[in-house]
């Protein structure tokens, strides 16, 4: 029955790890995004897809690569994580324009020790 | 580069009244408007899109206005109720590709 969801919900883990974040939906989106919110509840951009094409790439660090195996699916990898990444990630997704407005997961609360 | 105002930062109100948020964009170049609502520890929830060409969207208690010339939104609630206490979040969109950009957010709370 969800529209967007998230795995892990929580992720608590050690400076220097590399860790992972799974999205899918299944409202048969064409495009995905990941957005990051910070300490302050500041969303950010971070990446977007477009049937499996990387469409938006905002300054991230290239410690972070999103992969999108197929149109439904859009997962984030992070290398040698840092204190800094440390926030909620959330994944959405949107059809094509003009209907695009965007369905947000319930995110990701990551926690870089 | 887009950014987004939104003022007041934080709005307490009895329940009841009607209020006005308001989301203010440097670049007028967008596509859409998005009103999205948040509440603590949880994602976030469309609320209404306005398109370009639109002036004006309603959804039940809420309507939302776009002045894309003077690059402003607002969003009305009427008949506030302790339920609408979430954080509203605008987001015009510049490109059809969907890129976002979001403000700081308005908290509410209203009190019963």
């Known amino acids: 029955d969800t529209a967007v969801s998230q795995t892990p919900k929580y992720l608590v883990t050690q400076m220097g790890n590399d860790k992972s974040i799974k999205c899918e939906q299944n409202l048969g989106h064409d495009t995905m995004y990941w957005y990051k919110q910070d300490s302050k509840k500041f969303l950010k951009i971070m990446f977007s897809?477009?049937?499996?094409?990387?469409?938006i790439n905002e300054t991230v660090p290239n410690r972070f690569s999103p992969k999108s195996p197929d149109k439904a699916h859009l997962n984030l990898h992070i290398n040698s994580l840092e204190l800094g990444d440390s926030a909620v990630y959330f994944c959405a997704s949107s059809q094509d324009p003009p209907l695009n407005t965007q369905y947000f997961g319930p995110g990701t609360r990551l926690t870089v020790l | 580069k887009q950014e987004v105002t939104q003022i007041p930062a934080a709005l307490s109100v009895p329940e009841g009244e009607n209020l006005v948020l308001n989301c203010s964009f440097t670049d007028s170049a967008i596509y859409n408007l998005q009103w999205f609502r948040q509440d603590p520890g949880k994602g976030l929830t469309s609320l209404l899109l306005i398109q370009s060409s639109q002036r004006e969207q309603t959804s039940g208690r809420l309507n939302a206005s776009l002045d894309k010339s003077s690059g402003r939104s607002t969003l009305y609630i009427a008949a506030s109720q302790p339920g609408d206490s979430a954080t509203y979040l605008c987001?015009?969109?510049?490109?059809?590709?969907?890129?976002?950009?979001f403000g700081d957010g308005t908290t509410l709370t209203v009190k019963p």
């Open positions: 987001a015009p969109s510049r490109a059809n590709a969907g890129k976002s950009t």
């Open positions: 897809y477009n049937n499996k094409e990387l469409i």
